[in-house]
């Protein structure tokens, strides 16, 4: 576990040149799956907004090297890194646990942590992994939220992201747990938004093919080829889901729950995944 502030930490108005409005002052933030990716953008335009972060990952020193990303993008962040495995149980009460001490509470939860190791036919599918992605995916998520809600945020309030994907809205016969495991977690939320409002607030974003190394099994034809599906013509950036992200946990989105909100580049809209 490794707390790390910016040397000019004391003055908490400081920022990129580049930062918006530091809308998500005297905030805790903690991101899940944040050493690289998506997860790591999130963490970064969190912190440039004023949240103080904890970071979690199975890696520590992938958690270290995000940790120093987002200290030398950010003037003055704070950034607590807890290495945690997200099907874990103890894990996930450990980091919530270190996120509050360190933080004083935990008032934005992002689930962005996600696997897939399964590709191709149902039929053929290792059902072992295919638990396996619904208990990270989507088992995991609920723990790290009710960690959070028995952490504190049943009485304080907060705001939770889940991060799903347009394979849990539509099929794509490649991904089909993956997918399956994101329309539970998109349910999920939905469900969880009735429950816990109005204190806390509960809506996902659902990404298409983002340039990250997860997707790269994806776009195995080539960058170009893939763009040229999408209405938008380029693919996602981390930076495009992280500035979604941020809005949804804001005091802009106030009256915004239970909502999937899709970050697809118009793909959807084309009728084709």
């Avoid at 053929?124 to 995991?140: E, R, Y």
């Avoid at 969880?192 to 607030?201: E, K, V």
Wanted: aromatic content about 4%; glycine content about 10%; proline content about 3%.
């Amino acid at each position: 576990m490794t707390d790390t502030t910016s040397p000019s930490a004391a003055s908490p108005s400081a920022t990129s040149s580049s930062g918006p409005s530091q809308n998500l002052l005297d905030r805790s933030a903690l991101v899940t799956g944040a050493s690289r990716g998506i997860g790591l953008a999130i963490a970064t335009e969190l912190a440039r907004r004023g949240a103080a972060v904890t970071i979690t990952g199975r890696k520590a020193e992938a958690l270290d090297e995000a940790a120093s990303t987002i200290t030398a993008a950010v003037d003055g962040a704070k950034v607590l890194t807890v290495p945690a495995n997200t099907g874990d149980a103890s894990n996930r009460h450990d980091v919530v646990a270190a996120a509050a001490a360190a933080h004083g509470s935990v008032d934005i939860l992002v689930n962005n942590t996600g696997i897939n190791p399964v590709y191709g036919s149902l039929m053929d599918a290792d059902l072992s992994a295919v638990g396996k992605i619904f208990d990270t995916n989507v088992v995991g998520s609920l723990g790290f939220l009710q960690e959070v809600y028995h952490g504190g945020m049943k009485e304080t309030g907060g705001a939770v992201v889940n991060i799903a994907s347009v394979a849990g809205l539509r099929s794509t016969g490649v991904i089909a747990a993956y997918g399956a495991s994101k329309a539970a977690l998109i349910r999920l939320t939905e469900e969880l938004a009735w429950q816990l409002g109005p204190a806390i607030r509960v809506n996902a974003v659902a990404p298409a093919v983002v340039k990250t190394r997860f997707a790269q099994a994806l776009i195995s034809a080539g960058e170009d080829a893939a763009a040229k599906a999408y209405p938008m013509h380029r693919l996602g950036t981390p930076e495009d889901i992280a500035a979604a992200v941020a809005f949804l946990v804001s005091d802009d989105a106030s009256w915004i729950t239970g909502e999937t909100l899709r970050v697809d580049g118009g793909l959807l809209a084309t009728g084709g995944l």
